[in-house]
């Protein structure tokens, strides 16, 4: 489990995804819209988040989702962030 925290805990980008999936599942579309990236470089995050295993793709269609493990760590890596910001 602490493997997980710290590969979310040190990319930015991965972070910020992972927290806006939090909400509901999304298509890879929406992400880029919301984070302002091309698609293509979302698929690479996500695809990195997916072997990481902090995300799960639906087969059939480009809709992203967190797995049920990262969704117990969330809450987590939010108070580690919290803390962190007090320093």
Do not use: H, W
Not at 9 to 20: D, P, S
Not at 37 to 45: A, E, F, I, K, P
């Amino acid at each position: 489990m602490a493997e997980k925290v710290g590969g979310l805990l040190i990319n930015k980008r991965k972070r910020e995804i992972v927290f806006y999936l939090k909400d509901g599942p999304k298509r890879v579309g929406q992400i880029a819209k919301e984070f302002n990236m091309t698609q293509r470089n979302v698929c690479y995050y996500l695809d990195m988040l997916r072997l990481g295993g902090y995300v799960q793709k639906k087969e059939d269609d480009k809709i992203y989702s967190l797995t049920e493990n990262t969704s117990k760590i969330i809450p987590i890596i939010e108070r580690v962030l919290s803390e962190t910001s007090k320093l």
